[in-house]
């Protein structure tokens, strides 16, 4: 059975909303990463070096990232010369197979939240200023919300105008009520009362806004790690997911941010906003595959539920969907 089958397979399994959520919101990547796939297939005849070349300058312009291109091209002339396939077009199903494998590391990823069986769930959210933090916040809170969850919110990032205000408005709007305090507070002060109120209450999941001004970022680091401290001190193993919100479309510098963030708070998972608005999608690859950090949520649009659970077949769909939906036989 060929890949495309097999994928087109896996993915019926799902909800048919899902992939068209992903078909759709990776419009801009496919339209600019397949076609100039399918073009680069119809002018060669045969797998050479040259036509290997020209793959790695298209990965590399969807901001694949150069590491995980090297490694995605060694990858695909070893399968390439195993199969024997001389035929370009049967190269783009090895690629799509390869993109899955590079991003599961080899194994399935699971890349849903890390949500306790029973007591309180605390989950950090970071990011620098701009990049959709507080929307994920009301948009992840609205999902728990739907799956039966109760949850709160914290207000931590105290110093960017407006802050509090907006993520009070996402309250409202999904159902969740917001522990705050006023304007320029200590974050670390906020968190301890959300925690005592979360316990109190006997809440499932506290989801904890930060700020994320990244000006001055020795200053931002330490107050991450004093509000982090003072989460593990007031419920033992917490939090039990740091995830860092990224905008998709700053590309390469989004992966900078990674980095950053994960010395200082040890993320457990990425949230990338605005896939949707970017044509390159290939970012995904590059934050899984160099920092070893999952996915858990993609955004696909502006809509409450366009924040999407990632999951790297979707994605590989909403890569190559017209191939995959042209390849039922």
Known sequence: MS????????????????????????????????????????????????????????????????????????????????RNIQDTKEVQAVISEKLVEIYNGGEEQKNTLN???????????????????????????????????????????????GAIQQLEVWGERVGVEVIKQSEGSDPAAVMYDAVQAAKSRNVDVLLCDTAGRLQNKVNLMKELEKVKRVIERELPGAPHEVLLVLDATTGQNALTQAKTFSDATNVTGIVLTKLDGTAKGGIVLAIRNELNIPVKFVGLGEKVDDLQEFNAEQYVYGLFADLVDNNEE
């Open 115 to 161: 949500i306790q069986e029973s007591g309180l769930t605390i989950i950090l959210v970071v990011g620098v200023n701009g990049v959709g933090k507080t929307t994920s916040i009301g948009k992840i809170a609205n999902k728990l919300n739907n799956e039966g969850k109760s949850v709160l919110l914290a207000a931590g990032d105290t110093f960017r105008a």
């Open 3 to 82: 890949f495309f089958k097999k994928l087109k397979e896996k993915i019926s399994n799902q909800a048919d909303t899902v992939s068209e959520k992903f078909k759709e919101g990776l419009m801009k990547t496919r339209s600019s990463f397949s076609e100039r796939v399918n073009d680069l297939v119809a002018r060669y005849r045969k797998v050479d070096e040259d036509f290997f070349e020209e793959l790695e300058e298209i990965l590399i312009a969807a901001d694949v990232g150069v590491s995980t291109v090297m490694e995605l091209i060694d990858e695909l002339k070893t399968e390439v010369k195993k």
